[in-house]
């Protein structure tokens, strides 16, 4: 197993430009998660999905748009990149019984 | 509202022991996790609370007081490879982690 997989791992942005970061798991998890961590502070949630067909907002979704089409791919986009999105972006995965959270390698995003 | 404290920084010896302290005030309880991670590294599954007590897995042990709205992650016989951060996160009422601002541990020589 992979686990859960991002890309891209770095990303540099100008500020309205457009961009998905796509997330991957194999484990056949029903719960999925995004999430932003800026330096010094906790895992903030973006997004989250209890399943296929489900979305849902977490703390700080303002900017953000999610799908959820498929079991594995929860991707997040940005459509108009702003310097306050600038951050490590973590997507997780969780079985039903959400004992814990299985989090990708991340994305560095950085808007200029 | 919804908040979970923890210390910013803490540094300890190389071979002691440490407490990572955590308490916290959410809207709903289904349990408290503590994860680690390294600096540029994601983070990693440590430990799950539900019922109050402590649990113990190796060198690592977690403690649950609901009651309190406490918890504290203790680490024994400290490596240099447990310089990290410690990050506390409820699960709260809305089935999502809240997490907070996490604790920077520092192990010197």
């Known amino acids: 197993n992979a686990g859960v997989t991002q890309t891209p791992k770095f990303r540099i942005l100008k500020i309205g430009q457009s961009m998905t970061l796509q997330c991957t798991q194999d484990?056949?998890?029903?719960?999925m998660y995004w999430y932003r961590q800026d330096p010094g502070m906790g895992l903030k949630l973006i997004y989250y999905?209890?399943?296929?067909?489900?979305?849902d907002k977490g703390e700080v979704p303002n900017g953000y748009n999610v799908s959820r089409s498929t079991t594995e791919d929860f991707p997040l986009r940005l459509e108009l990149a702003a310097p306050s999105q600038t951050s490590v972006y973590f997507c997780?995965?969780?079985?039903?019984?959400?004992?814990?959270?299985?989090f990708g390698p991340g994305t560095r995003l950085l808007v200029l | 509202g919804q908040n979970i404290d923890q210390p910013t920084e803490m540094t300890a010896t190389e071979g002691a022991i440490v407490q990572i302290n955590c308490t916290y005030q959410?809207?709903?309880?289904?349990?408290l996790f503590w994860y680690q991670q390294h600096a540029g590294e994601a983070p990693t599954f440590l430990s799950y609370?539900?019922?109050?007590g402590l649990e113990e897995k190796g060198r690592f042990s977690s403690f649950l007081s609901r009651s309190k709205g406490y918890s504290y992650l203790l680490l024994k016989e400290l490596q240099m490879k447990d310089s990290a951060s410690y990050l506390c996160?409820?699960?709260?009422?809305?089935?999502?982690?809240?997490f907070g601002k996490g604790t920077k541990l520092s192990v010197k020589p």
């Open positions: 609370n539900v019922l109050d």
């Open positions: 999905s209890v399943g296929a067909g489900i979305t």
């Open positions: 484990m056949n998890h029903n719960y």
């Open positions: 996160a409820v699960w709260g009422s809305q089935g999502n982690l809240i």
């Open positions: 959410t809207s709903g309880f289904n349990g």
């Open positions: 997780a995965s969780s079985p039903p019984t959400q004992e814990t959270q299985y």
